[in-house]
């Protein structure tokens, strides 16, 4: 069985010894208007660029430091995992326009290993309030096929699931009984609904190790906490919400991205699935060779592509987000044109 997500360890501040943030002007995107920016370096994405992400606004940037090259150890603000960090930005009004979306193609390098993505909060099925997909559902391994092959021309995933409760489940395609209740239920995981939500922008720091990749790994992964609805009662942490992160990288053969966590993980490569980890289950893991893949994803070296990512935390269990990839990233993190509910 999955541990209580009051077992995990705390995530904790640590002062980096030494700071590397590069300085420049990159991508904007503007949110609410507040602007969000990416600086910009000459030698490449993820595996060589540098970034800088932050609030320009009254909310202030949430790190700031001087130098160049990568940001080689925790920004400051930011929560350590056992490997990377990740700080919680500032909520994200339910009912305003949101970001204006993707804002064009950009050119190479002008993104370091800092990422900008989405959390939302929310409850529990068992408190008033709460959510029917959230503190229901629970099995021991991945479900397919929840989502739609293609990612949704809204970039959001688009609901395929067979495994509704409810419904004569095939016990093949379902074979841990139901995951989910309606399409309805499962369109608010990723759009800000008022009163069954509450969204956050995210930033996650992606640590460069001595073979070249980037990794993010938390075994006690709660962005949340003391945050949104507040900690689940009874828990330690603030246990259900969703990630959302919208990124674009360069194509140049040899990259891999591996991803593993628990509950529901979905990872769109140049909109096809390439991550298929639905359903409430334990830690689980997948890895994508995208050169083995190419011709499934329809991509070809020497292009950009996006990456779309999305995660759920939809029980009060042990939550892992664990990315390692040495993929170029050529885009600091984007918020997708938001459909408030």
Not at 13 to 38: F, K, N, Q
Not at 113 to 130: A, H, S
Not at 184 to 189: G, K, L, P, Q, T
């Amino acid at each position: 069985m999955a541990r209580s997500c009051r077992l995990g360890p705390q995530a904790r501040l640590v002062a980096p010894a030494s700071l590397l943030l590069a300085l420049g002007l990159g991508l904007l995107v503007s949110c609410r208007g507040t602007a969000y920016v990416g600086t910009e370096s000459s030698s490449g994405g993820l595996g060589a660029g540098g970034a800088m992400l932050g609030v320009v606004g009254d909310a202030g940037p949430p790190f700031a430091g001087v130098g160049g090259g990568l940001v080689s150890h925790l920004p400051p603000g930011f929560a350590a995992a056992e490997v990377g960090g990740f700080q919680l930005g500032p909520a994200i009004v339910q009912g305003e326009a949101g970001a204006t979306g993707d804002p064009g193609e950009p050119s190479e390098g002008e993104c370091g290993n800092i990422l900008l993505g989405e959390v939302r909060d929310f409850k529990g099925e068992n408190e008033p309030g709460g959510h029917p997909d959230f503190e229901v559902f629970l099995s021991q391994v991945a479900t397919p096929h929840l989502v739609r092959l293609a990612l949704g021309g809204d970039l959001k995933p688009a609901y395929a699931s067979l495994c509704e409760a409810g419904s004569a489940l095939d016990p093949q395609a379902c074979p841990h009984g139901p995951e989910t209740t309606t399409q309805v239920n499962f369109d608010e995981w990723y759009r800000n609904t008022t009163g069954k939500n509450l969204a956050y922008l995210a930033y996650f720091w992606f640590e460069p190790q001595p073979n070249g990749q980037f990794l993010f790994n938390s075994s006690s992964f709660f962005p949340l906490d003391d945050a949104g609805f507040g900690n689940t009662p009874g828990f330690a942490h603030n246990c259900l919400f969703t990630t959302e992160l919208h990124t674009k990288f360069k194509y140049s053969g040899g990259e891999t991205f591996e991803f593993t966590g628990d509950d529901d993980v979905w990872v769109f490569i140049n909109r096809h699935l390439a991550v298929d980890l639905g359903g409430v289950h334990e830690r689980q893991g997948s890895q994508i060779d995208l050169d083995a893949s190419a011709t499934e994803l329809g991509i070809s070296k020497g292009n950009v592509y996006a990456l779309d990512l999305f995660q759920a935390d939809r029980h009060t269990a042990f939550s892992t987000f664990r990315i390692l990839t040495n993929l170029a990233f050529v885009n600091c993190g984007f918020l997708e044109p938001p459909v408030v509910k």
